[in-house]
């Protein structure tokens, strides 16, 4: 009565920033902003001797705007500075003693790359978006190397008790303030600790160009050992939608359907783009973009056009992620130009923060290209999967039940939620199950070069999964519902459910 499963592999997860929320002041499991406040408050009284209050996983949509102030956070926390980035980690809270450490007033001019939240008089608020977060987190105190390497193993434990077996991190490099987890990786391959196959992306400084090739070289030689390989080379080229950071073709809205001056950011210059890109593949570098907007999108593809024409054809497997707003001419050029698909299937669906923060300001007819996996695998394009946990659940049943459904998967709370169901998202972009387990499985060992792993076949590596039921066997809407009951990687068992 259960089935057996290859070993998911994580195509997009910061698992070393998800152990560090764990270890942290962790808001992740709650959806107000009372509760939010009531658990740093908790948190504060039970740390005194922390430097900083670090933590995160608050979601926009718990607050007016999808902007928190530091005047709601000073009254639980005003003796020392408090820094709390958002679930999708391009967002920051702060108190008021961080923005004075850090000197942020009415006269401090927003970064190229990033927004301070003002109110009417332009005082900051206390959010900070994307780049405007460095202005703080420059100045918290470094994680020292025995966090990393506990943060890597929560991590990687958590990971495995939902049946992942292998994972590309998303960001091996400095961001955030999470610091780099480069080193953590290297100890664990080495002392024998990292059970799960890992292709470390290294983070590709926007603020710089072409000279960090020669860094990242000597990174991918240095830290590339047994089962964690830095191959992938990670670029962000844009920031997310519900902040106006997204890299749109067109203006936002202004939601009341009026076209506003601001079309978003691209983080790295489309030249540049296309320069870099094709030096990384000339390289043998593979690249992993991050890419919301249509605009994006269309760079990141346009930069891979570019390399393809310069180097030709290879098996380097770029693949773009999370692809929320694809322009309908560029489906087609995925499989043209062999770049895969790298969907949170998790975000395909209508929730506050969709319908509250995304869909007034992207308007038609953006707010329906949302997401188009089915559109993408009618075209012939390969698809793999991430998580990109610690930003959500990484749980592939319950992204793979929004990828059948498109809809919240059962257990699953969001903040401001309604009490009836909101309805399907954009169904006609539903995929099968065996199309998202496919994606999960031999399409994410796929993009991470693990080409004897996610199939059960003989002389595969024994990466299985064993789950408490048939998911094939149940209706669509319990697919979430499944779970795993031991996880194996390489025939040896990492996990099995109490």
Request: aromatic share 8%; proline share 6%; net charge negative.
């Amino acid at each position: 009565g259960r089935m057996l499963t290859p070993g998911f592999v994580d195509a997009h997860v910061h698992p070393v920033w998800g152990g560090l929320d764990l270890m942290r002041c962790n808001l992740a499991e709650d959806v107000t902003s009372e509760a939010y406040l009531e658990r740093i408050g908790e948190y504060a009284l039970a740390n005194p001797d922390a430097e900083w209050i670090l933590g995160g996983g608050w979601a926009m949509a718990a607050f007016p705007g999808g902007t928190p102030t530091a005047a709601a956070l000073d009254g639980v926390v005003s003796d020392r500075p408090a820094f709390l980035a958002n679930r999708d980690g391009h967002g920051a809270w702060v108190n008021s003693a961080a923005l004075r450490l850090a000197g942020i007033g009415r006269g401090t001019p927003d970064p190229p790359d990033g927004r301070i939240e003002r109110d009417g008089g332009g005082e900051p608020t206390g959010t900070l978006h994307e780049g405007a977060m460095i202005l703080v987190n420059r100045l918290i105190p470094q994680t020292s190397e025995a966090e990393m390497s506990e943060a890597l193993l929560l991590g990687q434990g958590y990971l495995h008790s939902l049946g992942v077996t292998g994972w590309q991190d998303a960001i091996v490099g400095a961001y955030g303030d999470a610091g780099d987890p480069a080193q953590a990786y290297l100890t664990a391959a080495q002392d024998g600790s990292l059970t799960g196959r890992v292709v470390g992306a290294l983070w590709w400084d926007r603020g710089a160009g072409l000279e960090q090739l020669d860094a990242l070289h000597e990174r991918r030689e240095r830290f590339s050992h047994g089962r964690f390989q830095a191959s992938a080379v990670k670029i962000m080229q844009d920031g997310v939608a519900e902040n106006f950071t997204a890299a749109m073709l067109e203006p936002y809205c202004d939601g009341h359907g009026q076209w506003t001056d601001n079309s978003g950011i691209s983080f790295v210059e489309p030249r540049l783009l296309r320069s870099a890109v094709t030096a990384l593949d000339e390289a043998g570098f593979q690249v992993h973009f991050h890419a919301i907007g249509d605009r994006a999108v269309r760079e990141c593809l346009d930069a891979v056009e570019s390399a393809r024409a310069a180097n030709g054809t290879n098996d380097l497997r770029h693949h773009i992620a999370h692809l929320q707003v694809v322009h309908p001419d560029d489906i087609a050029r995925f499989r043209r130009l062999r770049v895969a698909a790298n969907l949170q299937m998790l975000w395909a669906t209508l929730e506050p923060q969709m319908v509250e923060l995304t869909l007034p300001f992207l308007g038609e007819p953006r707010s329906a290209w949302q997401y188009p996996f089915g559109d993408l695998l009618r075209s012939g394009a390969v698809l793999v999967a991430g998580s990109d946990w610690s930003v959500s659940t990484p749980n592939p049943w319950a992204a793979m039940h929004v990828a059948v459904n498109r809809s919240t998967p059962p257990g699953e709370v969001e903040p401001g939620a309604p009490a009836e169901p909101y309805e399907a998202f954009l169904p006609e972009q539903a995929i099968d199950l065996g199309t998202a387990l496919t994606a999960y499985t031999a399409g994410s060992a796929w993009v991470n070069h693990l080409d004897d792993c996610g199939r059960i076949q003989q002389d595969a590596l024994a990466d299985l999964v064993v789950l408490d039921r048939d998911p094939f066997d149940a209706p669509a809407d319990e697919v979430g519902l499944t779970r795993v009951d031991q996880t194996y990687v390489g025939g040896r068992l990492v996990f099995e459910r109490s």
